[in-house]
C-alpha cells in the first residue's frame, strides 16, 4: 500500500469514529480500500467477487432448480430422522427449556405442511426435468455460437446467530439470505453475453431521481449476435429460474435479462443492475440524499409538520456525516454509491478513486424492510 494511500485511510477512520449508519439497526461506518497494485482494476464484479457476494460455479445448474430439490430432500431426511414430528403433540416449555420450534406447533398444522410440501415436491420433480431439457437445448446453442462459459451466483448474506430450520441449533455463520445465478459467455473478441433472470420480488427503497451509473450496452447490428439473440429468444422465453429468498424460501422468475457488452465485467455490472441486485448512483453524501435512502434521517409516516414537510425522528444527529462527505469528496473522483442486496439487508459502498488510482471510501450495512 502507497504511503499516500494509507495516510488518507487513516483520515477516513479516524472521521468515522463512533459513527452509526442508522436504519432499522445501527451499524458502523468502516474504512474501504483497493489496492491496485494488489488487487489490478477495480469495478464492481471485481468487488463482489472478492468480498464472496460473487462466486463462480459449475454451469450445471444455471437455473437453479436442483438447489431447489436439494431443498426438498433435505426436508424429506428431516421427517426420516424425526418421526415424531407427525405424531407428538405441541409441548410449551419455559424460556430457559431448548426444545426444537418445532414441537410448538399444532399437530394439524405440521400434517398439513407435510402434505403441502408433499405435494410441491411433486410439481417440482416435474418441472425440473423440463427446465434441464430446455437449459440443455440453451446450452447447446451458446456452445456453437460462444466460449467461456461460465456460471457465477450471485449471493448475500446476513451475518450472525439464527436458528437452524430443522435441528433448532443456535449457529454463527454468513447464512444465505437471498441467491440466484447469472452466466457469462464470449461470443467473440468485442462481445461477451450475458443472461441473469430478472426478479419481481424486490424490497428496496425508490430514491426520488435516479442517476444510474450502468455499462453501455453492444446494440445487436452486427450479424452474429443478432443471429445468436434470435435463436436464444424463444428457448429463454419457456425457461422458469429458480431464486432463493429471504433464507429457506423460493421464488419462480420467468423475467430474464439478455444482454451483450464489450466484456465480462461489463455485462456481469449490467445483469446485476438489471437483476435488481445492485444499484448504484452519483454520490450525494452518506446520508444518500432524498427520502426513501435517509440513512441516519429515520422518518415515520406521520411525522409532518403544518407545511407537509419530514420531521426528524433524530433531529440532534443532523449533518453528522458532514465532516467525512467533505473528505471523500476533496480527496477522490469518480466518487459513487453502490448498494448491493434487494431484499431487507443491504451492503453499502460509497467508493472514489483517488489520485495514486487507489480506490477508496468507506462501507457500511443497512436493513431496510
Known amino acids: 500500500m502507497q504511503d499516500d494511500t494509507a495516510q488518507l485511510i487513516a483520515l477516513i477512520d479516524s472521521s468515522i469514529q463512533g459513527l452509526l449508519f442508522r436504519t432499522e439497526a445501527d451499524y458502523a461506518l468502516k474504512p474501504f480500500v483497493w489496492d491496485v497494485g494488489m488487487q489490478g482494476e477495480f469495478n464492481i464484479s471485481r468487488l463482489l467477487q472478492a468480498t464472496v457476494n460473487l462466486v463462480a460455479v459449475e454451469p450445471n445448474d444455471f437455473l437453479s432448480w436442483r438447489e431447489y430439490l436439494e431443498d426438498f430432500e433435505r426436508w424429506e431426511e428431516f421427517l426420516e430422522q ?25 399437530i394439524e398444522q405440521r400434517q398439513d405442511s407435510v402434505r403441502q410440501r408433499a405435494e410441491q415436491y411433486e410439481v417440482a420433480q416435474a418441472k425440473t426435468a423440463i427446465m434441464e431439457q430446455r437449459y440443455q437445448t440453451l446450452l447447446e446453442v451458446l456452445q456453437a455460437h460462444a466460449t467461456n462459459l461460465q456460471v457465477y451466483r450471485v449471493v448475500k448474506y446476513d451475518e450472525g446467530e439464527y436458528n437452524d430450520h430443522y435441528s433448532n441449533d443456535r449457529r454463527s455463520s454468513k447464512y444465505v439470505f437471498e441467491s440466484f445465478k447469472i452466466l457469462v459467455a464470449r461470443v467473440n473478441d468485442d462481445c461477451w453475453i450475458g443472461i441473469s433472470p430478472i426478479r419481481s420480488y424486490v424490497e428496496f427503497p425508490t430514491r426520488p431521481t435516479l442517476e444510474k451509473f450502468l455499462a453501455q450496452r453492444i446494440k445487436l447490428n452486427q450479424a452474429e449476435t443478432q443471429e445468436l439473440g434470435a ?109 448491493v442486496g434487494s431484499i431487507s439487508i443491504f451492503d453499502i459502498y460509497a467508493v472514489g478513486q483517488a489520485q495514486n488510482g487507489d480506490w477508496l471510501g468507506v462501507s457500511t450495512t443497512a436493513v431496510w424492510t
Request: glycine share 8%.
Open 82 to 106: 424425526n418421526p415424531e414430528y407427525l405424531t407428538h403433540q405441541e409441548m410449551h416449555y419455559g424460556a430457559d427449556v431448548d426444545i426444537p420450534i418445532w414441537m410448538t406447533t399444532p
Open 231 to 339: 435463436k436464444l429468444k424463444p428457448i429463454l422465453d419457456g425457461i422458469t429460474f429458480i431464486g432463493r429468498q429471504c433464507y429457506d424460501g423460493f421464488d419462480e422468475e420467468n423475467h430474464y435479462a439478455c444482454e451483450f457488452a464489450a466484456t465480462e465485467d461489463a455485462v456481469i455490472d449490467r445483469l446485476l443492475h438489471l437483476s435488481h441486485f445492485l444499484n448504484t448512483w452519483e454520490f450525494e453524501g452518506m446520508s444518500l440524499g432524498g427520502e426513501g435512502l435517509e440513512g441516519v434521517y429515520d422518518y415515520v409516516e406521520g411525522d409532518e409538520d403544518a407545511e407537509g414537510h419530514y420531521v426528524l425522528e433524530y433531529p440532534e444527529e443532523e449533518g453528522k456525516f458532514d465532516s467525512i462527505d467533505q473528505l471523500l469528496r476533496s480527496h477522490l473522483k469518480s466518487l459513487r454509491i453502490h448498494i
